[in-house]
């Protein structure tokens, strides 16, 4: 682990009041939603409806961090900003957000917590709030606030700070067709995830197994946007 990723980590243990209100996918950026005419093609406007309450506040946690995720890697933006902290030396908060998104979907939960850290250490909001879904999945209620509250205080602090470009936004991170499912299975409360031969890039990424926290946490790697592009 470099010394820009250890300094970008927050502590995560601070005490706070109890939640005083849900995340919503609505907390991410006005970029990462989609358009209007993928709203027609792709059924957006059906898949992002609010759903019912669900049981429990995990479950509906659960359900809001899926389609969270599945917001950020349809984001115009994903594949460049990916590129972006795979290939630059210096620190791109919204490619750690991205990578933390697709190792959720994968399955490696502890290593997305790990890049959603970093991009939120780095100032994304994004992050933050998707951190706050993270621990209200687990239970973890003083975290989930704390960390809700480091996403209204990133927000708030948004315009003062110098925005990071993404100069070519021209490539799509994942096709459609894959997006769609994604939306489609956390829409019918399945577990989101990807094709397998998408995940297994993921699954093959080199890991830096010194953290005492998180083990084995999958680090980037300068070819990974143009491998997860063959593995479709």
């Known amino acids: 682990m470099n010394t820009d990723q250890q300094r970008l980590l927050p502590g995560t243990r601070r005490a706070a009041g109890p939640a005083a209100r849900r995340d919503r996918a609505a907390d991410l950026p006005a970029h990462s939603r989609p358009s209007q005419t993928q709203a027609q093609d792709s059924g957006w406007t059906r898949l992002l409806a609010a759903p019912n309450p669900l049981p429990s506040d995990q479950e509906q946690a659960a359900h809001e961090l899926d389609l969270a995720a599945a917001l950020v890697l349809a984001m115009p933006t994903a594949a460049a900003s990916l590129a972006l902290l795979t290939n630059s ?25 790990f890049w959603l850290q970093f991009a939120a250490g780095g100032g994304n909001h994004t992050a933050a709030s998707l951190l706050s879904l993270l621990h209200r999945i687990l239970g973890e209620v003083l975290d ?64 830096d197994s010194d953290d005492p926290e ?4 999958p680090q980037v790697s300068a070819g990974l946007v143009r491998a997860l592009a063959a593995a479709v």
């Open 89 to 113: 030396q210096s620190v791109h908060p919204e490619g750690a957000l991205v990578l933390g998104a697709l190792l959720y979907v994968s399955g490696h939960r502890d290593g997305s917590q």
């Open 144 to 207: 989930a606030e704390t960390w809700r509250r480091q996403a209204d205080t990133l927000a708030d602090a948004r315009e003062q700070r110098p925005v990071q470009e993404v100069l070519d936004p021209s490539d799509e991170l994942l096709p459609r067709a894959v997006r769609a499912d994604i939306l489609a299975r956390c829409h019918e409360g399945l577990d989101v995830r990807l094709p397998p031969r998408v995940a297994a890039v993921l699954h093959q990424l080199p890991v």
């Open 214 to 217: 998180y083990g084995e946490v």
